[in-house]
């Protein structure tokens, strides 16, 4: 396997989610290896939080593990058992379907720089565990946990 170049990987920045549940992850960007890698089973990115950002809302997915790894800086995991401050070489997992929301955010005044790894799932709901929002892959956009769409915004 060729050497993936992270150089040369394009940077995505902010969130897709609707107003104004996007401001929280404003900041973030993430760096999609495992599709410059050419994986098809599961995702890597490279995520990095500046100060204050959040890596996402807190969410749990019905049909996705999810794997964390901190290679730089320090982030304060969010879950239903409360928070958690995770450094350099700590990691966390997040089994699919277990209900417990969690999240990242970046209290300390540098950027932190994660690994996040996952399973690919064509069939997945994720439900965000403190608003009034949730993605099914099937439908392909935010919506209320009701099923009503949230309006389209652009991803900034």
């Known amino acids: 396997m ?4 992270v150089n040369t ?3 995505r920045k902010g969130s897709g989610y609707p107003a104004p549940f996007h401001e929280i992850a404003k900041g973030r960007t993430r760096k ?5 890698a050419g994986l098809t089973q599961f995702g890597v990115n490279l ?4 100060p204050g950002a959040a890596s996402s809302q807190r969410h ?3 049909a996705e593990d999810e794997f964390l790894y901190v290679l730089s800086g320090e982030v304060t ?8 401050v995770l450094r350099a070489g700590d990691c966390a ?8 929301g969690h999240q990242l955010v970046n209290r300390s005044a540098d ?10 799932s064509n069939h997945d709901v994720c439900t965000y565990s403190d608003i009034d929002m949730k993605i099914d892959s099937k439908v392909g956009r935010y919506t209320h946990k009701d099923g009503t769409p949230y309006a389209e915004r652009e991803r900034s």
Do not use: S, Y
């Open 2 to 5: 060729p050497k993936v170049d």
């Open 93 to 100: 997992g997040f089994p699919m379907n277990d209900g417990n």
């Open 47 to 50: 995520l990095a939080l500046p």
């Open 111 to 120: 950027v932190a720089t994660c690994l996040e790894i996952g399973t690919r």
């Open 32 to 36: 999609a290896l495992g599709n410059a």
């Open 60 to 62: 749990w997915h019905a």
């Open 9 to 11: 990987v394009p940077e």
């Open 77 to 84: 995991l969010i879950t239903d058992e409360g928070e958690q």
